[in-house]
């Protein structure tokens, strides 16, 4: 994403962070927002420049099956939304 970002140097880029069910809403809406940031503090920190940027927790993905182990690990995720 970093060298997509350098080479398109008008493109913005929302970071966006999710958690799997299990847990408390409110620890996976702040997991899912250090994951993001992680993210979004790594693009700054390989030359991206702050303004091209935003972050964002999401909190749980309830689009996988929270009894399946592999679905669950799926939604431990960062995604792009380019703008």
Known sequence: ???F?????GVSLEVKGY???LGLDDYN???SERRA???YDLLISSGIERSRLS???YG???SVDKSSQNARQFARR?????K
């Open 1 to 3: 994403m970093s060298n």
């Open 78 to 82: 960062t995604s792009f939304e380019v």
């Open 19 to 21: 958690a799997d069910e």
């Open 60 to 62: 749980e993905d309830t």
């Open 29 to 31: 809406f702040k997991l």
């Open 55 to 57: 972050y964002k927790g």
């Open 37 to 39: 940031k992680a993210v």
């Open 5 to 9: 970002l350098k080479r398109n140097p």
